[in-house]
């Protein structure tokens, strides 16, 4: 019987311990969530998805997987010989300067005749005022004949440069400096316009994306410098907040929060997991 009494005696006060302890303040499963930090991942700078403006075949992949290229580097082209000879032509049609100098020597002739019938018509009345008039009429007709080849030749300029555009749409360039991370698309598949090609990352910056409830978010502003554990084997490194999302997502009531990581470790990469601790 004292036996029994000594365990229950002892199941009491450990149910009262209990007890007490969550009085006292133990951790609820939401205080345990925000206490491990908010979670996101790491990015790119610039993560791009890279398309050319119009369809074709790829002709010639100038990168690999892997390769570091620089703002304005050939990636890959498409098919581009029509292209380039139509650039050709409007170019030698647009230098070709024969007619337009003919049509100028004919009106430098025509002023001539005109300014010594006017003077020989002044002077003397030695030739008609009709034909002083032909003759004005003439150089009138030569002007406007060089003003219309000279227009001619500005839209053959314009047709040249149109062509120019034409052909460097078929190339695809490095809109910045990064590595190619994927080529969705390979040497001799046809695309259409605006399709997927190749991904670039830019790694000079690496930042940290998570999505966060409106009270927590609120406890950052741009500037704030944070610390963040990065990979499943934390490595800490310093942050600072570049960005915060302004409005909140409908869907899910959360506000987007970018930071800059401060010197980050040469093994960091994009697509890690990271976790939010706290301000510094």
């Known amino acids: 019987m004292i036996k029994i009494l000594l365990i229950v005696s002892c199941l009491w006060f450990s149910v009262v311990e209990a007890l007490a302890g969550a009085e006292e303040g133990d951790p ?9 930090g908010v979670r996101g991942v790491t990015r790119c700078d610039a993560d791009l998805n890279l398309a050319l403006a119009v369809a074709g075949r790829i002709a010639a992949v100038k990168v690999e997987e892997g390769t570091l290229v620089k703002q304005g580097t050939l990636l890959l082209h498409l098919d581009r010989q029509a292209e380039e000879y139509d650039v050709e032509r409007r170019r030698v049609q647009w230098m070709g300067q024969a007619e337009l100098k003919a049509a100028q020597a004919r009106r430098d002739t025509a002023e001539k005749q005109v300014m010594a019938a006017r003077r020989i018509f002044n002077a ?23 003003v219309r080849l000279r227009t001619a030749k500005e839209m053959e300029r314009l047709d040249y440069l149109t062509a120019k555009e034409n052909l460097a749409r078929r190339n695809l360039l490095a809109p910045t400096r990064g590595i190619v991370v994927k080529l969705v698309k390979q040497l001799g598949e ?35 410098k944070v610390v963040l554990r990065v990979g499943e084997r934390p490595i800490r490194v310093q942050g600072n907040v570049l960005f915060v999302s302004p409005v909140v997502e409908s869907s899910s009531g959360l506000r987007e929060i ?7 470790d040469p093994v960091i ?12």
């Open 28 to 36: 609820s499963a939401a205080e345990l969530a925000a206490a491990s």
């Open 124 to 146: 003397s009345h030695g030739i008609s005022r009709e034909e002083l008039e032909n003759r004005e009429l003439a150089f009138s007709l030569a002007e406007s004949e060089v």
């Open 190 to 224: 046809s695309v259409q316009a605006n399709e997927t090609v190749l991904r670039l990352c830019d790694l000079r910056r690496i930042l940290f994306v998570a999505h966060l409830p409106l009270e927590q978010s609120e406890k950052f502003q741009v500037g704030d």
């Open 258 to 264: 970018k930071i800059e990581m401060l010197q980050p």
């Open 269 to 280: 990469r994009p697509g890690m997991p990271a976790t939010l601790e706290n301000r510094e």
